[in-house]
Structures are given as structure tokens and as C-alpha cells.
């Protein structure tokens, strides 16, 4: 490998495993390339780069597996060749057993011509020999090639990096949260975040923590899974973007992405986020969507509502529609099965202005869903597994043995005929190459399997705390404010 070359000398493939179809996202159905990460590394941060690296990891049994079907052509041209040697090594038997006849003949009954026999056995053996020496040849060379594109992939799997601990990345996750919070409040209240006193404003205690608080906030917190939010909200002016169409042009497929947790909740990249803020006399709601790799929200969007001005809050059934935004992306198949379609819990906000916020929560029928999706494509993993498709084996072996027809030089129609049936007729490299094949989506299956979890954790309990809370400061502002009327009266 040239140090100043981003590409490997024999296979001419990149030299940086970024550029390999090698990373598992559990929300896809095929292994992903890493350019998201090539092209943004510089320039993001040393825990920004982590957590790219924990969402999105290589698989060892995915590693080089361009140089893998290129070692399946090296070895069906080295099998053509040596076929080549076979046929050549039984031509010069027959020619020598023909002359060996022949010169006995003549010797006993045409002295004149026994030269002749001579000849032709002297012909045939060096014909042999050169194409002994050009088989042997290309041979070395094709083994030699082999050997280096078995080092390319060693050198690709010393290049696989190192996963942060889903506990370090739930840490990051929670100092995440908190700094949101204080960002968010800040802005409402048009202070510094760094304020010691910001959290006073805020009419109750915080939640406990544990499950209805895992990020032990201030404040409330409503969060859904990115793909399954609406693309458009109610707002005071009509129709309103939540900000889900800048995320997808932004990531793409990758908009889907999630991971879970010690405790089996959902890790999302993208989540929906409602921070909700009990004042004094009003309500503040500060919702977007946030990327947690990059740390970048979108369609953010605030505002602050007298408790007398709100209509509704509640969590309602609705359906998790697969909106046009949505089936651009692409998702898998099943996995859109899986999750769209069905009713799901969703926090709905309402005031008499017509606005209203919500975010699908993720409750049971999408943790089912989800799950669902994970046994599916485990299942179809161990299929493949067992399945090998032999047509595409047999596919390289016919490409190896085009290429090594072609590196051999002018060959006759007889004998081109001849060599394909020979080689066409072994199967006994393609039952090796699918035994390899075999081995490796076994790897790859057991590694996948052990990173990937059902989830367990419904975030629908937290949304019915904060919708209690909702309701108990509500009631506590209304009883308060006919406390001073009557006071006032009197």
C-alpha cells in the first residue's frame, strides 16, 4: 500500500474502511458505507465522532468483501490455469504415446522417416514447457495477488475503531438533555443559561427520577422516535413544517437510526423533543426535532400560553401515517409494515388560538412494532445464511475464468471449448466458496445479534406523568386565580 495513495495497489479499492458497505444500522435491511462520517470528522468533535461510531458500527464478517470476490476470481483463474496444465500434461501423453508407437514402427519397418516421431515428441514437449512456464506464471502471480488482497482486508479490520460504552453514550445523552433544558428555558425567560436561579420560575418540583425522569430534568419532557412525528402541525397561521424534511435532506435514510439502551429503552439519532415549562401564569411548550450525533435541532419552534387559553391536553390513538416525506426515504419494507399503519399514542396540546402541538410517543404498538422488525430481519439473516445463492458463486467462477482465458493469450476454438467444459464442469471450488461465504454470514449474524436488544421500555408512562402534572398545575392556577376573584369580591 502507497502511503501517499488513498487506494490499495492490487485490488485498487479506497484504503479507508469508511468507503466499505461493512456498518450495521439496525434500522436498515443491507450494511451501510461510513462517508457520512469520512465527510464530517474533521470537522465534528471528538464525542460527536463517538457517538457516530456507537450508532453505526462495523462488522468484521462485512470487512472487504469487494477483496473477497476479487481472491473468488484470483482462485477460478488459478483453477483455469492449472485445468490448462492438465489438459496440456494429457496432450503431451497421448503425442508421446503415439511417437513411442510410431518410432517403433518405423524403426522396423521405415528407418528412412523414424526421425519423424523424434520430432514430433520433441515438439510436443516444448510446447509443453512453454506453457508450463507461462501457467506457472500467471499462477504465482494470481497467488501472489491473493495473498496481498488477504492483507488488504487484515489491514481494514485494524482500521475498525473503538465503540464508546452504551452507558458513556447515555451519560452524553443526559448532559445533552440538561443543557437543552437550560438553553430552552433560558430563551423563554431571556436570561443567561448559565442563571443560577433559571429552574425557580417553575411552578412544581422536579419529577422524580428514574423512569417518568431519566435525564433528571427540571422541567417536563415528551420525546417520540423521529420517523413517526407528522410533517406538518397546526399553527396560529394554518399549517405548519415540523422541521422532519430538513433532518431527511440533511441524513437521509439515516433520519431512522436507533440503538438500545442499558435498560432497553430507545436511543434515537433523531428524536422528536417537547420541552414543556410550567411558569407562574403560563405555560411554555419549546418542541424540535434533534440529531444527537451532530447536535443540530430543527423547526424549532416556541410558544408561550396563558393555563385559561388551553383547550386540550391529552394522549389520543392516531395512526402512524407513512407520509410522502417518509416513503422517500426508503425504509425497509418490513420495518414500514412493522411501525406504519397502526394506531399508536400520540400527546396531543391544544389552545382556543387553534395551535396544537404532538408527538407520537413510542408505546407499545411501536415498541412491538419495532421488535417485530428485529425478529424479521434476524430471521432473514439466518436464511441467507442457510441459503447460499450458488448462481452468483457460480457467476464469479465464469467471470475468473473469462479472465484468466483473456491473460492466457490467443486459445482455438477447439481448445477454448474444451477448457470450458473442463472448468465448467468442477463444482468443487464453487462448494468451497460457498462453505466461505457460509462462515462469514454466520460471524456476521452471530456479532449483529449479540449488539442487537428488543426493547422493553414504553416512554407512553412518562407522557401520562407529564400530562398529570399538566393538569395538576392547571387546576392549582385556576382554583388560585377564583381564590383572588373572591377575595377581590370581598
Not at 399 to 412: I, V
Request: proline residues 3%; hydrophobic residues 40%; aromatic residues 10%.
Amino acid at each position: 500500500m502507497e502511503s501517499e495513495s488513498r487506494t490499495f495497489k492490487v485490488s485498487g479499492y479506497p484504503n479507508y474502511l469508511e468507503w466499505y458497505r461493512c456498518y450495521e444500522d439496525p434500522s436498515k435491511d443491507h450494511p451501510m458505507d461510513g462517508m457520512e462520517f469520512l465527510d464530517n470528522r474533521e470537522r465534528w468533535s471528538e464525542r460527536e465522532n463517538a457517538k457516530w461510531n456507537f450508532f453505526y458500527q462495523p462488522v468484521r464478517g462485512w470487512v472487504g468483501r469487494p477483496q473477497k470476490a476479487l481472491i473468488r476470481k484470483r482462485k477460478a483463474g488459478v483453477a483455469t490455469a492449472r485445468s490448462r496444465l492438465r489438459m496440456g500434461l494429457k496432450s503431451l501423453s497421448w503425442g508421446l504415446f503415439l511417437s513411442l508407437i510410431v518410432l517403433l514402427a518405423s524403426l522396423r519397418y521405415w528407418q528412412d522417416v523414424a526421425f519423424l516421431p523424434i520430432l514430433f515428441a520433441g515438439f510436443k514437449g516444448v510446447k509443453f514447457y512453454l506453457l508450463k512456464r507461462s501457467m506457472t506464471k500467471l499462477i504465482l502471480q494470481w497467488e501472489q495477488d491473493i495473498a496481498a488482497l488477504r492483507q488488504e482486508i487484515e489491514v481494514l479490520k485494524g482500521l475498525l475503531p473503538s465503540v464508546p460504552d452504551t452507558s458513556q453514550v447515555e451519560q452524553w445523552l443526559k448532559e445533552e438533555m440538561q443543557a437543552l433544558e437550560r438553553s430552552c428555558l433560558a430563551e423563554i425567560v431571556n436570561v443567561s443559561p448559565a442563571e443560577e436561579t433559571l429552574f425557580d420560575c417553575i411552578r412544581h418540583s422536579p419529577i422524580e427520577s428514574g423512569d417518568h425522569n431519566r435525564y433528571d430534568l427540571h422541567g417536563l419532557l415528551i420525546e417520540g422516535w423521529g420517523p413517526v412525528q407528522p410533517e406538518v402541525f397546526k399553527g396560529p397561521f394554518g399549517k405548519e413544517r415540523t422541521g422532519i424534511h430538513r433532518v431527511v435532506r440533511d441524513i437521509g435514510t439515516n433520519v431512522a437510526t436507533f440503538r438500545v439502551g442499558s435498560r432497553a429503552q430507545p436511543m434515537n439519532r433523531v428524536a422528536y423533543l417537547q420541552f414543556v415549562f410550567l411558569l407562574q401564569n403560563n405555560i411554555n411548550v419549546y418542541g424540535f426535532f434533534y440529531d444527537f450525533i451532530t447536535g443540530v435541532q430543527y423547526g424549532k419552534r416556541s410558544e408561550t400560553f396563558q393555563y385559561s387559553h388551553v383547550t386540550n391536553y391529552s394522549i389520543r390513538e392516531v395512526e402512524a401515517d407513512e407520509d410522502r416525506l417518509i416513503r422517500q426515504v426508503d425504509l425497509p419494507p418490513a420495518l414500514a409494515r412493522s411501525v406504519f399503519g397502526r394506531e399508536v399514542s400520540a400527546f396531543f396540546l391544544a389552545v382556543s388560538s387553534g395551535s396544537h402541538f404532538q408527538c407520537v410517543l413510542t408505546d407499545d404498538t411501536l415498541v412491538n412494532g419495532i421488535n417485530e422488525w428485529l425478529k424479521v430481519d434476524s430471521e432473514f439473516r439466518k436464511k441467507q445464511q442457510e441459503l447460499i445463492d450458488r448462481s452468483e458463486l457460480k457467476d464469479e467462477y465464469q467471470k475468473g475464468f473469462t479472465m484468466a482465458e483473456s491473460e492466457m493469450g490467443n486459445l482455438g476454438e477447439k481448445a477454448r471449448r474444451a477448457l470450458g467444459k473442463h472448468v465448467g464442469s468442477d463444482d468443487t471450488l464453487v462448494e468451497e466458496w460457498a462453505r466461505e461465504e457460509r462462515r462469514d454470514l454466520e460471524e456476521a449474524l452471530l456479532e449483529v445479534d449479540a449488539r442487537r436488544r428488543f426493547l422493553e421500555d414504553r416512554r407512553i408512562h412518562v407522557a401520562r406523568r407529564v400530562l398529570q402534572q399538566i393538569r395538576q398545575e392547571i387546576e392549582d392556577f385556576v382554583a388560585g386565580a377564583a381564590g383572588r376573584r373572591q377575595e377581590g369580591a370581598l
